[in-house]
C-alpha cells in the first residue's frame, strides 16, 4: 500500500520537515533502505547513515531535527522515533486477515458461543460453553476448552491452548504452541507418595496482552492467576499457578516465576530470570538476565546477579571476582615467601 510522507506523518503522530509529497512503498532499516522506503534514527550512534541512506524519509527524535545530516531528505520529527516507526510498520505490514467463518474441517460445539465476524481455521476444536469475541481470529489446529472465554479483536495463533476456564480479554494475541490454562503443579507428599492437589482455579489475561510461542500459564490451585492489561511476553516463558503480573510488564525469554509470585506494573524481567514463588517485585523494578530472586525485590530497584542484588553491588561484586586469579597468586606468593622467612628463622 503507498502513502505520502504527510498521510504517514498523520497515522503516526510526527510532523514532517521537507518534502511530504513523498510517496513511500514500504519500511526498512537505516542501512538497508531503498527508495520509497520510510526508515528511523534514534540512536545518535547510527547518525552518520543519514549522509548514506537511500531511504525516501527518516523518523527522527525531536531531539535529532537539527543535526542537519540528513540534506535533501524528509524528515518525520516525532517525540519517540521508535515508537513512530513501530506504527509505520503496521501501516504497510501485510495485512491478510483469514475471511470470517468456521471452517468445514473446524469443530465448534453447538454450546460454543460466536461473535460477529469470527474466523475458525481447519482443525481447531472450540468446545462447549466456550464464548468467542467479536472479530476473533482463531487459527488451524487451535484449541479453546470447554467454557473459555476469549474477548474480541483476539488472536489464537496455530495449535495454542485456551483451556476452561480461563478468561482472555480484548485485542489479545497468543501465539503459537502456547498453552493457557494447563494445571499448576501442586503436589502433596504423602509418605513415599506424592499426592496431586487439584487445581481449580483459573486464569485471567487482561486487555492488550501478546503472549509469545511456547509460553505456559497455570491456572491457579484455588483463585486465579492473573496477566495484567497491557503486559507483553516473550517466548518460552513459564508463569506459575497463582502468579499476579502488573499491567504494562515485559517478561522475556526464558523466565520462570514462581508459584504465588507477584510482579508489580511496569516491572521489566529479562532473559532467563527466575522468580522464586512468594515474592514481590515492586512497580517499575528491572531484574537482569540471568538472575535469581530468592527475596522480595522493592518498587524501582534494579537488580541482577545469582542471588539477585542491588546491580551496583552486583557489578563490583563482578570486578572484584574477576580479580580473583591474581588475588589468589599473590597470597600464594606471600605464603612462599613467609615459609621461606621461617625456614631462614628471621621470623
Given at each position: 500500500?503507498?502513502?505520502?510522507?504527510?498521510?504517514?506523518?498523520?497515522?503516526?503522530?510526527?510532523?514532517?520537515?521537507?518534502?511530504?509529497?513523498?510517496?513511500?512503498?514500504?519500511?526498512?532499516?537505516?542501512?538497508?533502505?531503498?527508495?520509497?522506503?520510510?526508515?528511523?534514527?534514534?540512536?545518535?550512534?547510527?547518525?552518520?547513515?543519514?549522509?548514506?541512506?537511500?531511504?525516501?524519509?527518516?523518523?527522527?527524535?525531536?531531539?535529532?531535527?537539527?543535526?542537519?545530516?540528513?540534506?535533501?531528505?524528509?524528515?518525520?520529527?516525532?517525540?519517540?522515533?521508535?515508537?513512530?516507526?513501530?506504527?509505520?510498520?503496521?501501516?504497510?505490514?501485510?495485512?491478510?486477515?483469514?475471511?470470517?467463518?468456521?471452517?468445514?474441517?473446524?469443530?465448534?460445539?453447538?454450546?460454543?458461543?460466536?461473535?460477529?465476524?469470527?474466523?475458525?481455521?481447519?482443525?481447531?476444536?472450540?468446545?462447549?460453553?466456550?464464548?468467542?469475541?467479536?472479530?476473533?481470529?482463531?487459527?488451524?489446529?487451535?484449541?479453546?476448552?470447554?467454557?473459555?472465554?476469549?474477548?474480541?479483536?483476539?488472536?489464537?495463533?496455530?495449535?495454542a491452548t485456551v483451556k476452561g476456564p480461563s478468561v482472555l480479554g480484548d485485542r489479545v494475541v497468543v501465539h503459537a504452541g502456547s498453552v493457557i490454562g494447563?494445571?499448576?503443579?501442586?503436589?502433596?507428599?504423602?509418605?513415599?507418595?506424592?499426592?496431586?492437589?487439584?487445581?481449580?482455579?483459573?486464569?485471567?489475561?487482561?486487555?492488550?496482552?501478546?503472549?509469545?510461542?511456547?509460553?505456559?500459564?497455570?491456572?491457579?490451585?484455588?483463585?486465579?492467576?492473573?496477566?495484567?492489561?497491557?503486559?507483553?511476553?516473550?517466548?518460552?516463558?513459564?508463569?506459575?499457578?497463582n502468579v499476579v503480573i502488573g499491567e504494562g510488564s515485559i517478561v522475556v525469554a526464558q523466565v520462570g516465576i514462581c508459584g504465588s509470585a507477584e510482579i508489580?506494573?511496569?516491572?521489566?524481567?529479562?532473559?532467563?530470570?527466575?522468580?522464586?514463588?512468594?515474592?514481590?517485585?515492586?512497580?517499575?523494578?528491572?531484574?537482569?538476565?540471568?538472575?535469581?530472586?530468592?527475596?522480595?525485590?522493592?518498587?524501582?530497584?534494579?537488580?541482577?546477579?545469582?542471588?539477585?542484588?542491588?546491580?551496583?553491588?552486583?557489578?563490583?561484586?563482578?570486578?572484584?571476582?574477576?580479580?580473583?586469579?591474581?588475588?589468589?597468586?599473590?597470597?600464594?606468593?606471600?605464603?612462599?615467601?613467609?615459609?621461606?622467612?621461617?625456614?631462614?628463622?628471621?621470623?
Amino acid at each position: 500500500m503507498n502513502r505520502t510522507l504527510d498521510e504517514v506523518a498523520k497515522l503516526i503522530g510526527g510532523r514532517v520537515v521537507g518534502d511530504g509529497s513523498v510517496v513511500l512503498t514500504g519500511v526498512s532499516g537505516i542501512r538497508e533502505a531503498q527508495p520509497g522506503h520510510l526508515t528511523f534514527l534514534s540512536n545518535p550512534k547510527y547518525t552518520r547513515y543519514l549522509r548514506t541512506t537511500r531511504a525516501s524519509a527518516v523518523v527522527v527524535d525531536g531531539s535529532c531535527q537539527d543535526l542537519g545530516a540528513a540534506g535533501a531528505t524528509p524528515l518525520v520529527v516525532a517525540d519517540n522515533a521508535y515508537a513512530a516507526f513501530a506504527r509505520a510498520m503496521g501501516l504497510f505490514a501485510d495485512g491478510h486477515r483469514p475471511a470470517p467463518g468456521v471452517h468445514p474441517f473446524a469443530h465448534v460445539d453447538p454450546g460454543a458461543a460466536l461473535g460477529r465476524d469470527v474466523s475458525i481455521g481447519p482443525c481447531a476444536v472450540v468446545l462447549d460453553g466456550a464464548r468467542i469475541g467479536d472479530r476473533t481470529v482463531v487459527h488451524p489446529g487451535a484449541y479453546v476448552g470447554a467454557g473459555a472465554v476469549v474477548g474480541s479483536d483476539c488472536v489464537i495463533h496455530p495449535n495454542a491452548t485456551v483451556k476452561g476456564p480461563s478468561v482472555l480479554g480484548d485485542r489479545v494475541v497468543v501465539h503459537a504452541g502456547s498453552v493457557i490454562g494447563s494445571d499448576g503443579f501442586g503436589f502433596a507428599r504423602e509418605g513415599d507418595a506424592q499426592v496431586k492437589v487439584p487445581q481449580i482455579g483459573n486464569v485471567v489475561v487482561e486487555d492488550d496482552v501478546e503472549i509469545g510461542a511456547n509460553v505456559c500459564i497455570a491456572r491457579a490451585t484455588v483463585g486465579t492467576t492473573r496477566v495484567g492489561r497491557g503486559t507483553k511476553i516473550d517466548n518460552l516463558v513459564q508463569i506459575a499457578h497463582n502468579v499476579v503480573i502488573g499491567e504494562g510488564s515485559i517478561v522475556v525469554a526464558q523466565v520462570g516465576i514462581c508459584g504465588s509470585a507477584e510482579i508489580g506494573k511496569h516491572v521489566v524481567l529479562a532473559g532467563q530470570a527466575g522468580i522464586a514463588g512468594h515474592l514481590r517485585v515492586g512497580d517499575g523494578a528491572m531484574v537482569g538476565a540471568q538472575s535469581g530472586v530468592t527475596k522480595s525485590v522493592p518498587a524501582g530497584e534494579q537488580v541482577s546477579g545469582y542471588p539477585a542484588r542491588r546491580h551496583a553491588v552486583s557489578k563490583r561484586l563482578h570486578a572484584a571476582l574477576q580479580a580473583l586469579p591474581a588475588l589468589v597468586r599473590t597470597v600464594r606468593d606471600v605464603e612462599r615467601r613467609l615459609s621461606r622467612l621461617e625456614k631462614e628463622g628471621k621470623c
